[in-house]
């Protein structure tokens, strides 16, 4: 599919009055932090931004997985329209000619560069996407080899990759190896990748600031809190263990889709982690322990990367947006990780702080998409709107947060019951290994439930589930993806007044609400 865009031509021959633009990207980023109301989270750094700038505390990605999340977030597109699905195939292979947003902002003159993980892996679009590369080294800073700092968790890695790419060849490296969940180690912020590409970016930033005439666009991708949960001892230490809230909806919805919840892949594949069963409780403290270690280590980063932008004097002219590919659940309905079409995996972190914006300090609870942080830019900096974008600027939220906006939000993902935790198709290598017996668990639950329409192909393949988030509901409907007036295989309903964790799904016996609020969902995902 091609994509045409007509540019403003003022919008180069004035640049250089653009403001800049900081977009700052978290991965598996849940809003557990303290401008959200976590009451443990120690994120003082994003609890600034917040308190300067626009909190939105309803804002959901497209579906909650990296690479469709963020290829729709990039290019304004739905993950229906882009086709991308699951991290197996790149955006390009699909989309060849869409125009991205950094490429865009390239067009109307600016000077475009990322450091981290602003792109899923693959889908980087060097050359094309952005103008100039970053700083690749720093005096006296070394960069980290391995994903942990530790050499016996490195090695223990890389055994256990050795093992399964002797057994499996390639495929091995699709998720079926990893080392350790975790690591607490007595560190410099520098020696994981997060600090380091912050002190990368801080030097790009530096270097864009004294391009005379060109705005700059600068992405800033960290990869934590996504797996490995790898942290300096310091940020450890800002939790007791013991004071940890964990989660309180730890059981599947009641009368939820038996194919709405996975087990758990994505964590069960690191060393360490029962290949089977629950989660123990210590373990489970633990886990949360990291990744709350992580998010305050990523926040550190954050105070950094502001501090500079202030130190080069650009911080009054620079736009500052921040938001995550999507949630995670830390065992909530008894699930770890991503990957489901439930509010936990859906709903993300999101804030900005403009110039000129007249609400700071202020937390909005309008329905927003990620899809929308494209054209929300583009108004912002004056550009042109691509015809393509599927989502809505938010740029009126930012003076009068509290005016009526959307009517919904959507999100969709594929079967996450019986799809590998990157939501590809499940493999040879997947059935064979530790996950085989949890795939089988788990597909007899879904044969039980769903009876004479179980089909193999269908679910496996091709069933979809669509999920729309008004104020109040929250459907998910479980679909056959080639065939859009397809009758729904299972329909969820989740009331947010009565029931906020979404415990019980009450589809049954809200039978008109439901055809209601099918009619929406239906339009939703033909029109803007």
């Given at each position: 599919?091609?994509?045409?865009?007509?540019?403003?031509?003022?919008g180069?021959?004035?640049?250089?009055?653009?403001?800049?633009?900081?977009?700052i990207?978290?991965?598996?980023?849940?809003?557990?932090?303290?401008?959200?109301g976590?009451?443990?989270?120690?994120?003082?750094?994003?609890?600034?931004l917040?308190?300067?700038?626009?909190?939105?505390?309803?804002a959901?990605?497209?579906?909650?997985?990296?690479?469709?999340?963020?290829?729709?977030?990039?290019?304004?597109?739905?993950?229906?329209t882009?086709?991308?699905?699951?991290?197996?195939?790149?955006l390009?292979?699909?989309?060849?000619?869409?125009?991205?947003?950094?490429?865009?902002f390239?067009?109307a003159?600016?000077?475009?560069?990322?450091?981290?993980?602003?792109?899923?892996?693959g889908?980087?679009?060097?050359g094309r996407?952005?103008?100039?590369?970053?700083?690749?080294?720093?005096?006296?800073?070394?960069?980290?080899i391995?994903?942990?700092?530790?050499?016996?968790?490195?090695?223990?890695?890389?055994d256990?990759?050795?093992?399964?790419?002797s057994?499996?060849?390639?495929?091995?490296?699709?998720?079926?190896?990893?080392?350790?969940?975790?690591?607490?180690?007595?560190?410099?912020?520098?020696?994981?990748?997060?600090?380091?590409?912050?002190?990368?970016?801080?030097?790009?930033?530096?270097?864009?600031?004294?391009?005379d005439?060109?705005?700059?666009?600068?992405?800033?991708?960290y990869?934590l809190?996504?797996?490995?949960?790898?942290?300096?001892s310091?940020?450890?230490d800002?939790?007791?263990?013991?004071?940890i809230?964990?989660?309180?909806?730890?059981?599947?919805?009641?009368?939820?889709?038996?194919?709405g919840?996975?087990a758990?892949?994505?964590l069960?594949?690191?060393?360490?982690?029962?290949?089977t069963?629950?989660?123990?409780?210590?373990?489970?403290?633990?886990?949360?322990?990291a990744?709350?270690?992580?998010?305050s280590?990523?926040?550190?980063?954050?105070?950094?990367?502001?501090?500079?932008?202030?130190?080069?004097?650009?911080r009054?002219?620079?736009?500052?947006v921040?938001?995550?590919?999507?949630g995670?659940?830390l065992?909530?309905?008894?699930?770890?990780?991503?990957?489901?079409?439930?509010e936990?995996?859906?709903?993300?972190?999101?804030?900005?702080?403009?110039p000129?914006?007249?609400?700071?300090?202020?937390?909005t609870?309008?329905?927003v998409?990620?899809v929308?942080?494209?054209?929300?830019?583009?108004?912002?900096?004056g550009?042109?709107?691509?015809?393509?974008?599927?989502?809505?600027?938010?740029?009126?939220?930012?003076?009068?947060?509290?005016?009526?906006?959307?009517?919904?939000?959507?999100?969709?993902?594929?079967?996450?019951?019986?799809?590998?935790?990157?939501a590809?198709?499940?493999?040879?290598?997947?059935?064979?290994?530790?996950?085989?017996?949890l795939?089988?668990?788990?597909?007899?639950?879904?044969?039980?439930?769903?009876?004479?329409k179980?089909?193999?192909?269908?679910?496996?393949?091709?069933?979809?589930?669509?999920?729309?988030?008004?104020?109040?509901?929250?459907?998910?409907?479980?679909?056959?993806?080639r065939?859009s007036?397809?009758k729904?295989v299972?329909t969820?309903?989740?009331?947010?007044?009565?029931?906020?964790?979404?415990?019980?799904?009450?589809?049954?016996?809200?039978?008109?609400?439901?055809?209601e609020?099918?009619?929406?969902?239906?339009?939703?995902f033909?029109?803007?």
């Amino acid at each position: 599919m091609l994509f045409v865009v007509t540019f403003i031509c003022a919008g180069i021959v004035h640049a250089a009055d653009k403001p800049n633009v900081l977009f700052i990207a978290v991965d598996d980023l849940r809003p557990e932090l303290g401008c959200y109301g976590s009451p443990i989270a120690v994120t003082p750094n994003l609890d600034a931004l917040a308190s300067e700038g626009l909190l939105f505390n309803r804002a959901y990605c497209q579906q909650a997985i990296c690479r469709p999340s963020r290829a729709s977030l990039m290019t304004g597109a739905r993950p229906e329209t882009t086709g991308l699905f699951h991290n197996y195939v790149s955006l390009r292979e699909l989309q060849p000619e869409i125009l991205t947003l950094p490429e865009h902002f390239v067009a109307a003159g600016y000077e475009a560069a990322y450091c981290g993980k602003i792109f899923h892996q693959g889908d980087t679009d060097e050359g094309r996407s952005w103008s100039r590369d970053p700083v690749r080294f720093i005096k006296g800073i070394k960069k980290p080899i391995g994903a942990y700092a530790l050499p016996e968790n490195n090695k223990l890695k890389a055994d256990n990759m050795r093992k399964m790419l002797s057994k499996y060849g390639e495929a091995a490296r699709l998720g079926l190896a990893a080392g350790p969940a975790y690591e607490k180690a007595n560190v410099p912020d520098t020696a994981y990748l997060d600090g380091y590409n912050t002190q990368l970016a801080i030097e790009t930033m530096k270097e864009m600031v004294q391009v005379d005439g060109k705005p700059f666009f600068l992405g800033m991708g960290y990869k934590l809190p996504h797996l490995n949960w790898c942290a300096p001892s310091k940020y450890w230490d800002l939790y007791d263990a013991d004071s940890i809230p964990m989660a309180t909806e730890v059981d599947a919805p009641d009368h939820g889709a038996a194919m709405g919840l996975h087990a758990s892949f994505e964590l069960r594949t690191r060393s360490g982690i029962p290949k089977t069963g629950p989660i123990d409780p210590d373990l489970s403290r633990t886990l949360k322990h990291a990744y709350l270690a992580s998010v305050s280590y990523v926040d550190a980063q954050i105070g950094k990367l502001i501090e500079a932008l202030e130190n080069a004097d650009v911080r009054d002219n620079t736009i500052i947006v921040l938001w995550g590919d999507h949630g995670w659940h830390l065992g909530d309905m008894g699930v770890w990780g991503k990957a489901t079409n439930y509010e936990i995996a859906t709903r993300v972190p999101l804030m900005i702080w403009t110039p000129n914006m007249k609400s700071r300090g202020v937390t909005t609870d309008a329905l927003v998409e990620l899809v929308d942080i494209y054209p929300t830019l583009c108004e912002l900096a004056g550009l042109s709107v691509p015809e393509h974008l599927e989502g809505d600027s938010f740029v009126p939220l930012l003076d009068d947060p509290a005016q009526p906006w959307k009517k919904a939000a959507f999100s969709q993902y594929p079967n996450p019951a019986l799809r590998e935790w990157a939501a590809n198709p499940l493999s040879q290598g997947m059935r064979e290994t530790w996950f085989g017996p949890l795939i089988k668990e788990v597909e007899s639950r879904i044969i039980d439930q769903q009876g004479d329409k179980w089909d193999r192909e269908l679910f496996e393949e091709h069933l979809m589930g669509y999920t729309m988030r008004t104020d109040r509901y929250r459907l998910v409907q479980w679909r056959d993806h080639r065939d859009s007036s397809a009758k729904p295989v299972f329909t969820e309903l989740f009331d947010h007044q009565n029931d906020p964790n979404e415990t019980k799904n009450i589809a049954s016996e809200n039978q008109e609400l439901v055809r209601e609020l099918t009619d929406q969902l239906q339009a939703g995902f033909v029109s803007r």
